[in-house]
């Protein structure tokens, strides 16, 4: 295990001056579990001495401390936000009238952002690994440490259930890293809903699908020779994999056929492992902007529409960090013996 930890320490991954926020977040969660400073380096792909110095003065890290005005927003002020968005699933907005504060939502959330304590999350859904799903995990890790430019050939993919009413399965709320993670076994939400597939790469995304909601190898098929088939090459290269889970539609023997058939490989994926599927990040980061303050729609033709509007704005900046967050994960993987890890959005 020490030495696929030390390949995957070797690896060139873009690097940057300080750690970003991100980074301080996972710093902070995984030192909470328990996590030495070296395993933290492996996982984050950063020198130890980055990892002990945030640690040791978490406050003033990156950069000296300065004088000057008094901050508009005072620390009590602070301590109200975050003690109010703590582990709870409420807006920026929410909070701002509730506390009745002269400030912008964005505003709010910034001081969450800022906070070493707190970040946005998923709720965490239930969902037990059997010995065999984890020696499956494993093995697929141990064959891809040391993968690097390899994750820009994988075009990843996924469909997602959209409601009138808001999120179905990316319920997302500020979780205090101080406290247990929510975890929610279901949620219900009523009203209408529509179904969606999409792909990405670090080089792009295909255009977003809207099929029915009961997916057949039928349906799969014409939804990636319209989807996928005029923009694969373009988006993986003449090597590219493409990546998706194991529903039945897309396991069946007439699927299996059309890959064949239209000369695409496929990248194997372990079962019950959406946490190394990036495009289920993608999909939380698209919901936030769907349903961003709480919205909701009168028909599915609204919500259609804003999903499109909410897809085109999604940056090549978001594609690549996700594409990125690759190798980090299969180092986890390996960290928690097979274990479901945190997902990087």
């Known amino acids: 295990m020490l030495k696929i930890l030390l390949i995957f320490s070797t690896t060139n991954m873009p690097r940057r001056s300080y750690l970003n926020q991100n980074e301080k977040l996972e710093i ?18 950063r020198s130890k001495t980055s990892i002990f110095n945030y640690i040791k003065n978490p406050e003033n890290y990156g950069g000296t401390l300065k004088r000057g005005p008094r901050p508009k927003i005072s620390p009590r002020t602070k301590r109200q936000i975050i003690k109010e968005a703590s582990n709870n699933m409420t807006s920026c ?23 070493n304590h707190m970040s946005y999350r998923k709720i965490n859904q239930k969902q037990a690994l059997t010995k ?20 820009t050939t994988i075009l990843f993919s996924d469909e997602k259930k ?3 009413d808001g999120p179905d399965g990316f319920a997302y709320y500020w979780h205090d890293f101080r406290k247990e993670p929510l ?39 014409k939804t990636l020779e319209d989807n996928l088939l005029p923009y694969f090459r373009n988006l993986t ?11 039945t539609c897309h396991k069946s023997a007439s699927t299996t056929q ?7 490989n496929l990248l194997e ?32 033709n609204d919500l259609k529409r804003q999903i499109s509007v909410s897809w085109d704005k999604i940056s090549n900046s978001t594609l690549q960090n996700l594409t990125y967050s690759m190798p980090r994960r299969v180092a986890e993987v390996l960290l928690k013996r097979g274990g479901q890890i945190e997902k990087y959005n």
């Open 269 to 300: 994926h372990p079962s019950r492992s959406p946490d190394l599927n990036p495009m289920e990040n993608l999909w939380g980061i698209l919901a936030r902007d769907v349903y961003e303050g709480g919205r909701q729609f009168d028909n599915v």
């Open 132 to 151: 065999k799903q984890k020696s499956s995990r494993i093995q697929w890790s141990i064959n891809k440490v040391g993968w690097q430019e390899q994750w």
């Open 93 to 115: 907005a929410k909070i701002k009238q509730k506390l009745d504060l002269d400030m912008s939502r964005e505003a709010v959330r910034k001081v969450l952002v800022a906070s």
């Open 183 to 221: 975890i929610f076994s279901k949620r219900q939400f009523g009203g209408g809903s529509v179904m969606t597939w999409a792909g990405f790469s670090s080089f792009g995304r295909t255009p977003i699908a809207f099929t029915t909601h009961r997916i057949d190898s039928k349906t799969y098929q």
């Open 237 to 247: 290269g003449d090597n590219g994999l493409f990546q998706q889970d194991n529903a």
């Open 162 to 164: 959209w409601n009138l």
């Open 28 to 45: 902070t969660r995984l030192q909470g579990a328990g996590e030495a400073i070296r395993a933290i380096s492996t996982i984050l792909n």
């Open 258 to 264: 059309w890959f064949k058939d239209n000369n695409i």
